[in-house]
């Protein structure tokens, strides 16, 4: 089945620094990929839809210029996380869409999530 | 997308079948049923979806009613690796559209 890979699955970086994530497909190209954020005990926030070859659109309320996300080729988004601060600590989950079904009702894989703590 | 209502938590126990229940009482025609669940610390995995009819994989079965207001999930057997946050969305299948996740059902299977 279609597998999405994202890295790496546990991060610890300095308040004020930038680390990026990086989210795979591994056998198939994803137009389309999207970025969720989970806080402990919450359900799965989505903050931004990543279109490859273009800018990502973003949900109401999540800062563009915070969270950067680049979909560079069909195969890798990544999310880069700006002067990291405690607050942004959390679980960050990947999703990409599998265009290969032939019929309706396409799949949507996640990858394995993101621990980041900002320390 | 449609807005769906799930139980907060269910117990159940090992070896028994598991039926979560979802109400999508404004769903569209167009608009799927699917189900994932979420093991503690991982992402979400994908388990099934429907439109209208009944569907069974290896991992479950999925019952909708005839007047897709409300569906089932059945876990036929259920084990201890079976507890997860369950979570029913529903959705029109199209290349850029978002899942939008609710609160899910909390399961916990017991020995």
């Known amino acids: 089945g279609a597998v999405v890979s994202q890295h790496p699955s546990r991060v610890i970086c300095k308040s004020g620094t930038s680390v990026k994530i990086e989210c795979r497909s591994l056998?198939?190209?994803?137009?389309?990929m999207f970025w969720y954020r989970q806080f402990p005990k919450q359900s799965l926030m989505l903050m931004a839809t990543?279109?490859?070859?273009?800018?990502?659109?973003?949900e109401q309320g999540v800062e563009k210029d915070k969270f950067l996300i680049n979909h560079a080729s069909l195969t890798l988004s990544t999310l880069t996380v700006t002067s990291a601060h405690p607050e942004d600590s959390s679980f960050y989950i990947c999703?990409?869409?599998?265009?290969?079904?032939?019929?309706?009702?396409?799949?949507?894989?996640f990858g394995e999530g993101s621990w980041l703590t900002v320390v | 997308d449609a807005k769906t209502t799930q139980p907060p938590s269910m117990d159940c126990a090992e070896g028994r079948a598991a039926n979560l229940p979802c109400n999508h009482s404004t769903i569209s025609g167009n608009e799927y049923v699917y189900w994932y669940r979420q093991i503690h610390s991982q992402g979400p995995q994908y388990i099934i979806h429907?439109?209208?009819n009944n569907e069974t994989n290896e991992m479950a079965s999925l019952i909708i009613t005839e007047d897709r207001k409300s569906s089932t999930l059945i876990l036929p057997h259920a084990t201890l690796r079976d507890t997860a946050v369950y979570y029913c969305?529903?959705?029109?299948?199209?290349?850029?559209?978002?899942?939008?996740f609710g609160g899910g059902t909390r399961v916990l299977v017991k020995p």
């Open positions: 990543s279109n490859e070859g273009s800018k990502a659109t973003y």
């Open positions: 056998d198939f190209q994803a137009t389309t």
């Open positions: 429907g439109l209208k």
């Open positions: 999703s990409a869409r599998d265009p290969r079904q032939i019929r309706s009702g396409n799949t949507i894989y």
């Open positions: 969305i529903v959705r029109v299948e199209a290349a850029g559209n978002k899942l939008t």
